[in-house]
C-alpha cells in the first residue's frame, strides 16, 4: 500500500470535517457587536467626528479603525540610510513607541491593504460630477471632454486603499477592574429587558479600558505622522468602517451611501416577539454586515457574482523587501487584497517550543530549530518577538478567472523575498474573513513570530498619500498607477503660488491650459475668474474650447485678446474704475509701475535713481488726475466718440440742453447722463475719454508742484537733470508703445470672467531693450486680464470715493470677486528674464495676493529663471524637468527626497509612448507638511487636441478649423489621432511625399473621410 495514499486520504478526511464541523451561519464569522458612543472629551478632541469610533466584540475588545492614505514624500527605502525622511527612520520611531506596548499581551494591529483596478474607472467617474452637474447649471457642453477623459485614464488607475486597526482587550486591566465591571454588568442586566438580537453598548462600556485603548491610539497616530515627514492617517468613524466591510463583502451590491445602524442611529422596525425588545434597537453589527451568504468550492468562494481565492504565508521573507516591492511584482490587472496581523507575546507562545527544543537539541535535526528559537529569545530582550500572520485573497467574475488571479498572486507573494504560501484552507470562509477590513479578532492560520521591527518594515509605509483624498477636482496617477487626487486652490494650502518650469515640447502649457480646464470645469454656475497672459498662442486654445462649449448668449464671458501695438489695439495706460475720477490705491500702483518702466535704463535694469524716479512718478500720477479730474476735465466734442454721439440722439439727451451747455460739457458729465439714461457701453466710451494720456505726462512735469521739488535733482554719475530725463523716457514710451498712449478703443464686457492677452505680437526680442519690451507688455496684459481681481480687499476706499450711482454696477462685481478664487496665469515668462523690476513686481503681488484670494501661476522653461524671492515664497512646483545641480536646492528648500529627485531624472522627458500621461514631480506645501511625489497627468483626446501647442499640431488644427469649424476640428482630430499628435506622421509624409503643403493635404484628406458625417 502507499503510504502517500494514506496520508492524502487522512489530511481530506481532517479537511473534510474541520469545513463541515464549523458554523454554517456567515454572520457567526464576524464579531462585531456594538459601540461605545462618545463622551465630552471626544467631541472636544475630534470634533469633526458625528459617530462613534469605538466598536466592540463579542468577547469584549475594543476596535478602532484610521484610513492611512500614504506618506507624505516618497521615503528612501535603503535599509542602510537612516536619516530622517527614510524609510528606516520612521520603523525605528514606531517600533519605540510600540516597544512597551508590545511586550506584553493585551492590544492587537493589523494593516489592510487593496488594489482594484476595476474601481479605478470609479474614482475617474467620481471626479467629473460636480463638473457635470456644472455644466448643466451653465448650459454649456463642456462636459463633452470630460467624458472623453473617462474611458482614456482608467488603464492606469487603480483604487487604492489601507487602513489600520487597533484592537485592545481586557487583558490590559487588572483582575480587580475586571471584576468590578462584571459585577456592575450582572446588575443591570437583571433590570434590562431582554433583546437578543439587539446592541447593547451598556454591557461593554469599560471607561478603564477606553483610557488604554486611547493611549494606543495616540500613540500609533504621532509615530505615524513622525512629525509631518511621516504618513496621512485619519481616525474613521464606525459608519465608514461598517460601510467598507459591507463593500469588501459585496462589492457590487453595496451602495456607496449605505452605513449601519447605531444605538443612536435605531427606529422601531418589526413585531416584538414575546418579551424580546430587540425591535426597539439596533441589530448587532454583525448581522447587518454580514448579510450575504458565500458558497464554498474547494478552497474558493463564490460571494454574489464574484469568485474569491484566498493565499496565506507559512514562510515569512527570507530576505527582507519592502512593501512597494511587493505591490509592483503584481500585476497592475489583478485585484487584491492583504491583511497583516500583529500580536505581542511571541517567545510566550513559543514556550512550549522553547522547552521540548532545549531537552532535543542535541538531535541534529533539530539543532538548527533550537539555534532559531534562542536567536529570537535574545532578541526578544531589545526587540519584541511577535506573532504575525498574513492573508491575502484576490477576486474575479469566474471561476477561472478567479484561478488564474489566485495563481499570479501566489507568485508574487512568493517571490516577496523568498515566501512560502499555501492556497489550501480547512476553512476557506474563516479564511476569506481574515483577509476584510477589523471583521473579525481572529487572524490567519498560520503564525509567523518575527522581531516586532522585521514586522514593522513589511507593512505598507511608503506609499503615496494625498491630503485631498476624495475632495479633488484633479485626478492623476502615481508611477504604479494609484489614483492621486488634487484640489487647486483650497484651503490646505495657506497660499496658491505655482510654479510650472519645463523646456519646450516637454508638456508646459498644456499642462498649464488642464489645470485652467479643471478649475473651469469645477465651477458652479458660472465660469471662474482667469487672467492668462501667455505668449505663443497656446491659451488661445484654451479660450476657444471655453467659447465652443458657451451657449451663443454667453460667450463674452471668455475672451482671447492678441494684442497689437497699433492705435485699434489701445489701452490707456490710465484708465481707472468705471465711474471713478481718481484711481484707487492698486490702479495707481500699476500706473507708477509701467512709468518707471519707461524709465528703466537697459544697461542695468533698473530706472535711474530709483528712489527719486519713483516719488517724481508718484506725484506725477497724482497730479494729472487732479488736473483732468478736477481742475480741468476734459471737454466733450461732438464726433470725437462715434458711439457715444449716437447714444446722446437716441436717447433725446442731446436736446436736453442748449449749444452753450454743450460747448461747456465735460466728459465726465456725458458719462453720468448715459449711465443714469442705462446705456452702459457708451457711458463707458465717455469714461475712457475723459482720462488722462500718456502724452500729456511730459508736459505736466514743467508744473511747479513737481519743477520746484525735483528740478535740481540730477541724473547719478551724470550732470543731466532727472526730471529732463524721465521726460525724454516717457516720450520715447508715447511713441514706442502706440497701444497704451491713446483713448482706449477696445473694451471688455462686464460678464467677462476669463481673459486670455498674448503678447506675441508685442513682445520684444533678446536684447536688453527688447526684454524691457515684454516686460512693460507683462505688466500691461497682467492689468487688462486681471487687474480688478484685487478690488474686494479695497472696498471702503472705494465706496469712499466713487460716485453712489455706480456702486450697484461696481460693487457686483466686486461682491462676485470676493467670493470666488482668481488665478493669474503667466506663461513664458523667461522671456522677461533679467528685467529685475518686472519679477519685484511679480514677486510683489505674489505675497499680497495671499490676502486677496488669488492662485498665481509662473511658468517658464528653466527653475533659475525665477528669482530666488520667489522660489522661496512659492508653495507648489510642477516640475517637468530640471538640472542636475538643482537638486541641492529643491532638497534643501523644499524638503523633496533626494531620492525622488534623482529618480525623477533617470525618468523619460515628455509623454509616455504607452500613453499613460506626461511625468511630473509635484511639491506642494501643505498645512500638514510637504507633499512630494512623481505623478503622471493624462488627458483626453478633445482636451490635448484643444491645448497642444506645437507647431505642427497647431498648423493642423488651424487648417481644419477654416474648413469645418473649431469644435468640429477637435473632434475630427481626437478621432483620427487619439494620442493628441499628428506630428509623427505628418513628418513622415514630408519626408516620403512630394508636397508643397503636407499639413493642408492631411487636413483635406481628413475632411473627406467623414464624408456625410461632416
Known amino acids: ?23 454554517a451561519f456567515f454572520p457567526d464569522y464576524c464579531d462585531l457587536h456594538t459601540v461605545i458612543g462618545l463622551d465630552q472629551q471626544d467631541r472636544e478632541r475630534r470634533p469633526w467626528l458625528k459617530a462613534p469610533y469605538i466598536a466592540t466584540t463579542k468577547q469584549g475588545y475594543y476596535l478602532s479603525v484610521f484610513e492611512i492614505s500614504g506618506a507624505l514624500k516618497e521615503m528612501d527605502e535603503n535599509p542602510d540610510q537612516t536619516a530622517p525622511g527614510t524609510l528606516e527612520s520612521l520603523i525605528a520611531a514606531l517600533a519605540e513607541r510600540m ?48 467624458m472623453k477623459k473617462s474611458p482614456h485614464s482608467p488603464p492606469w488607475l487603480v483604487r487604492e486603499r489601507c487602513w489600520l486597526t487597533v484592537w485592545s482587550s481586557e487583558e490590559l486591566l487588572s483582575r480587580t477592574d475586571r471584576k468590578d465591571h462584571q459585577t456592575r454588568v450582572r446588575k443591570l442586566a437583571e433590570h434590562a429587558p431582554p433583546a437578543r438580537f439587539a446592541q447593547d453598548p451598556w454591557r461593554w462600556t469599560l471607561s478603564a479600558l477606553k483610557i488604554r485603548h486611547d493611549a494606543l491610539l495616540d500613540t500609533l497616530e504621532q509615530a505615524l505622522t513622525h512629525d509631518s515627514d511621516g504618513l496621512l492617517i485619519r481616525l474613521m468613524d464606525i459608519h465608514e468602517v461598517g460601510r467598507e466591510i459591507r463593500r469588501q463583502l459585496e462589492r457590487n451590491s453595496t451602495p456607496a451611501v449605505w452605513q449601519p445602524h ?56 527570507q530576505n527582507l523587501r519592502t512593501f512597494n516591492q511587493l505591490v509592483r511584482d503584481v500585476p497592475r490587472a489583478i485585484p487584491w487584497r492583504i491583511r497583516m496581523d500583529l500580536m505581542p507575546d511571541g517567545m510566550k507562545a513559543l514556550g512550549v517550543k522553547k522547552t521540548l527544543l ?203 485678446i492678441i494684442l497689437s501695438n497699433d492705435p485699434d489695439h489701445t489701452r490707456n495706460l490710465f484708465d481707472v474704475m468705471y465711474g471713478a475720477r481718481k484711481p484707487v490705491t492698486p490702479e495707481k500702483n500699476f500706473m507708477v509701475s509701467v512709468l518707471c518702466a519707461l524709465c528703466v535704463d537697459t544697461g542695468t535694469g533698473q530706472p535711474c535713481n530709483p528712489g527719486d524716479t519713483r516719488q517724481i512718478i508718484s506725484s506725477l500720477v497724482d497730479l494729472a488726475f487732479r488736473e483732468y479730474g478736477e481742475n480741468n476735465p476734459r471737454l466733450y466734442r461732438a464726433g470725437t466718440e462715434p458711439l457715444v454721439d449716437l447714444a446722446l440722439e437716441e436717447s433725446g439727451i442731446a436736446e436736453q440742453h442748449d449749444a452753450g451747455w454743450w460747448n461747456a460739457a465735460t466728459w465726465f458729465e456725458i458719462r453720468d447722463m448715459l449711465h443714469i439714461a442705462g446705456n452702459i457701453p457708451a457711458a463707458q466710451r465717455a469714461h475712457y475719454q475723459a482720462m488722462p494720456l500718456l502724452a500729456e505726462m511730459s508736459a505736466l512735469l514743467g508744473q511747479p508742484s513737481i519743477r520746484d521739488v525735483f528740478g535740481t535733482v540730477q541724473r547719478d554719475n551724470s550732470e543731466e537733470r532727472l526730471l529732463d530725463y524721465i521726460r525724454r523716457a516717457l516720450d520715447q514710451g508715447h511713441s514706442d508703445y502706440p497701444m497704451m498712449s491713446g ?43 486681471g487687474g480688478d481681481f484685487v478690488l474686494p480687499q479695497y472696498q471702503e476706499e472705494i465706496r469712499k470715493n466713487l460716485d453712489p450711482r455706480y456702486h450697484e454696477v461696481i460693487f457686483r462685481r466686486i461682491e462676485q470677486l470676493d467670493q470666488e478664487v ?84 533617470k525618468m523619460p522627458e515628455g509623454a509616455a509612448p504607452d500613453g499613460s500621461g506626461v511625468p511630473v514631480l509635484a511639491v506642494f506645501r501643505v498645512k500638514n507638511g510637504t507633499l512630494a511625489r512623481i505623478l503622471k497627468f493624462t488627458l483626453g483626446p478633445l482636451e490635448l487636441w484643444a491645448l497642444n501647442s506645437s507647431p505642427k499640431d497647431s498648423a493642423l488644427r488651424r487648417a481644419l478649423t477654416q474648413e469645418v469649424g473649431s469644435l468640429r476640428a477637435r473632434q475630427i482630430l481626437a478621432e483620427h489621432f487619439p494620442r493628441g499628435s499628428a506630428t509623427s506622421l505628418i513628418e513622415h509624409r514630408a519626408r516620403t511625399h512630394d508636397s508643397e503643403n503636407v499639413i493642408h493635404e492631411l487636413a483635406a484628406e481628413l475632411i473627406r473621410k467623414q464624408g456625410y458625417n461632416l
Not at 418579551?275 to 450575504?292: C, E, I, K, W, Y
Not at 476624495?470 to 497660499?495: C, F, I, P, R, Y
Not at 529685475?836 to 501661476?857: C, H, M, P, S, Y
Request: glycine share 8%; aromatic share 8%; proline share 7%.
Open 262 to 317: 447605531l444605538p443612536e442611529d435605531a427606529r422601531p422596525a418589526g413585531w416584538r416577539q414575546g418579551g424580546d425588545t430587540s425591535v426597539f434597537h439596533a441589530p448587532s453589527l454583525n448581522l447587518q454586515l454580514f448579510t450575504t451568504q458565500p458558497e464554498t468550492h474547494g478552497s474558493l468562494i463564490q460571494a454574489g457574482e464574484l469568485w474569491h481565492g484566498m493565499v496565506a504565508i507559512t514562510l515569512p521573507p
Open 358 to 560: 532545549t531537552y532535543s537539541s542535541f538531535i541534529p535535526p533539530l539543532r538548527p530549530m533550537y539555534d532559531s528559537v534562542m536567536m529570537l529569545n535574545d532578541i526578544n530582550k531589545h526587540d519584541p518577538v511577535c506573532i504575525m500572520t498574513i492573508v491575502a485573497t484576490t477576486w474575479g467574475n469566474s471561476r477561472e478567472v478567479c484561478t488564474r488571479n489566485q495563481a499570479l498572486l501566489k507568485s508574487a507573494l512568493e517571490g516577496w523575498g523568498v515566501c512560502g504560501t499555501t492556497t489550501t484552507f480547512g476553512d476557506p470562509r474563516r479564511a476569506w474573513v481574515n483577509t476584510v477590513l477589523a471583521a473579525s479578532h481572529s487572524s490567519g492560520p498560520i503564525p509567523l513570530y518575527p522581531p516586532l521591527s522585521h514586522a514593522l518594515s513589511l507593512f505598507p509605509l511608503n506609499r503615496a498619500g494625498s491630503v485631498w483624498r476624495g475632495q479633488g477636482n484633479l485626478m492623476m496617477h502615481t508611477e504604479d498607477g494609484s489614483a492621486w487626487e488634487v484640489a487647486l486652490a483650497s484651503s490646505q494650502q495657506n497660499k496658491h503660488t505655482e510654479l510650472t518650469p519645463g523646456a519646450p515640447g516637454l508638456g508646459k502649457s498644456v499642462l498649464i491650459n488642464a489645470l485652467s480646464e479643471i478649475q473651469i470645469a469645477s465651477a458652479q454656475k458660472n465660469l471662474p475668474f482667469i487672467a492668462y497672459i501667455d505668449k505663443g498662442f497656446s491659451a488661445q486654445g484654451l479660450v476657444q474650447l471655453i467659447r465652443d462649449s458657451l451657449p451663443e448668449q454667453r460667450k463674452d464671458e471668455a475672451v482671447g
Open 99 to 146: 516597544n512597551t506596548a508590545w511586550k506584553n499581551s493585551g492590544h492587537k494591529i493589523s494593516f489592510v491593504f487593496e488594489r482594484d483596478p476595476e474601481r479605478g474607472r470609479d474614482e475617474i467617474e467620481a471626479m467629473p460630477l460636480p463638473q457635470r452637474k456644472s455644466s448643466h447649471a451653465r448650459g454649456s457642453c463642456f462636459r463633452t471632454s470630460w
Open 743 to 785: 483713448c482706449t478703443r477696445f473694451m471688455l464686457s462686464p460678464d467677462t470672467r476669463v481673459v486670455a492677452v498674448d503678447l506675441n505680437n508685442v513682445a520684444g526680442d533678446k536684447t536688453p531693450a527688447g526684454r524691457l519690451r515684454t516686460g512693460i507688455m507683462y505688466l500691461l496684459a497682467g492689468q487688462i486680464a
Open 1 to 23: 500500500m502507499n503510504i502517500n495514499r494514506i496520508i492524502f486520504a487522512i489530511e481530506d478526511c481532517i479537511s473534510t470535517l474541520s469545513r463541515y464541523s464549523v458554523s
Open 822 to 905: 482668481k488665478t493669474k496665469v503667466y506663461d513664458e515668462l523667461h522671456n522677461a528674464k533679467g528685467i529685475n523690476f518686472i519679477w519685484e513686481a511679480l514677486d510683489t503681488q505674489e505675497l499680497e495676493q495671499r490676502k486677496f484670494g488669488i492662485r498665481t501661476v509662473l511658468s517658464t522653461q528653466l527653475l533659475q529663471h525665477y528669482p530666488p524671492a520667489v522660489l522661496k515664497s512659492a508653495n507648489t512646483l510642477w516640475l517637468l524637468r530640471y538640472r542636475p545641480d538643482e537638486i541641492p536646492f529643491l532638497r534643501d528648500n523644499f524638503g523633496v527626497p533626494e531620492v525622488t529627485l534623482r529618480r525623477f531624472l
